[in-house]
């Protein structure tokens, strides 16, 4: 008997229009639905920011927060929060930077960068005035043969030898004998504090010389200075312009403002260098200057001798208010 041929297994039929039609409308559904899910994500992602944006140099307008809108917050299951800008965190090295875009402010930090250190100024220690140690009046002045009391220094050399700030030889004041640096530095020693420091070393003063305490003295007090090459030079004779200057600067006399203003009255002006006026027109003022016989005629290179150092002592002295006021016309007035 005679088997029904079997149908081919690879054989299929062709789609019929409704089942064609069925398809297309279902893929365009699909497509709709994943167009309109794709384009929200979109949407969420961007923030629907208003306004053009530019990629890695945006600038925003208005408040850069990010609002969701109802429908959105229901889709995504959020709520709707106001999202603050975010805060920016400055490192002590950010330099501000201009921006070519003039609607916005940026700080950039530059790697690298140091804050400048402010270093104090180093400060100068504080320099002690000298003690000035001024004797109280003996009851009488020691009397000199050789200094008469019509004397021109009289009364400045009385006054200090009452007080046992100077002293004669064999009972003599030899006023008119020029005055070396060591006997000048003994006649300041006699006014000023012991010292209890180490001494000084000039190579022309040995340990044994009779002046070596006062030279010390006078010169760890502001009054006298060693020269260059480690020499006193004691033996030297100090001209008047140095007695002023040493006076000036160990008294700390005040400077004047105008230095040839107060040195006016003095014709022989000229003659003082113009580093040296400050001082000696400070000891102008201060009515240090005394000068023998003509008051304007100074004479600052010359000597000074015994009376006049004698007479510009007590005067510097006097700046202090201890000693009493001495009529003479010797005295340069300003």
């Not at 429908?71 to 709520?79: E, H, I, P, R």
């Not at 921006?99 to 180093?122: C, E, F, H, L």
């Not at 340990?207 to 004691?234: C, H, M, R, T």
């Not at 140095?242 to 006076?247: G, I, R, T």
Request: glycine letters at 8%; proline letters at 12%.
């Amino acid at each position: 008997m005679t088997q029904p041929p079997t149908p081919d297994s690879d054989r299929r039929d062709p789609l019929g229009f409704d089942e064609i039609l069925a398809l297309l409308i279902a893929f365009s559904a699909i497509g709709g639905v994943l167009w309109w899910g794709f384009g929200r994500s979109a949407e969420r992602l961007t923030g629907r920011l208003d306004g053009k944006r530019l990629l890695g140099t945006e600038q925003l307008e208005a408040s850069p927060e990010v609002t969701l809108s109802p429908t959105d917050a229901a889709v995504s299951g959020t709520a709707v929060v106001p999202v603050a800008p975010p805060s920016v965190m400055v490192s002590p090295t950010a330099v501000a930077a201009p921006q070519a875009n003039a609607g916005v402010s940026r700080t950039v930090v530059i790697a690298g960068a140091v804050a400048p250190v402010a270093v104090a100024p180093p400060v100068a220690p504080a320099v002690q005035p000298p003690v000035i140690v001024i004797p109280s009046p003996a009851s009488e002045a020691r009397i000199f043969p050789d200094v008469p009391n019509g004397y021109w220094a009289y009364p400045f050399i009385a006054g200090l030898s009452q007080r046992g700030l100077i002293a004669g030889t064999n009972g003599n004041f030899q006023p008119d004998q020029p005055v070396n640096r060591a006997q000048y530095a003994a006649l300041l020693g006699g006014v000023l504090n012991s010292s209890q420091q180490a001494e000084i070393p000039f190579k022309d003063v040995p340990a044994g010389f009779w002046g070596n305490q006062s030279i010390d003295k006078a010169v760890k007090a502001g009054f006298l200075k060693g020269y260059p090459d480690e020499s006193f030079q004691p033996e030297q004779p100090i001209t008047k312009m140095q007695v002023l200057l040493s006076l000036a600067n160990g008294f700390n006399l005040p400077k004047p403002a105008d230095p040839e203003a107060a040195l006016q009255s003095m014709t022989s002006r000229d003659q003082i260098p113009a580093w040296a006026k400050p001082a000696v027109g400070a000891a102008a003022q201060s009515n240090v200057i005394v000068s023998y016989p003509n008051v304007q005629q100074f004479q600052p290179d010359q000597p000074a001798t015994r009376a006049e150092v004698a007479a510009m002592l007590y005067q510097a002295l006097r700046t202090r208010g201890d000693l009493p006021l001495v009529q003479s016309n010797y005295i340069l007035r300003p």
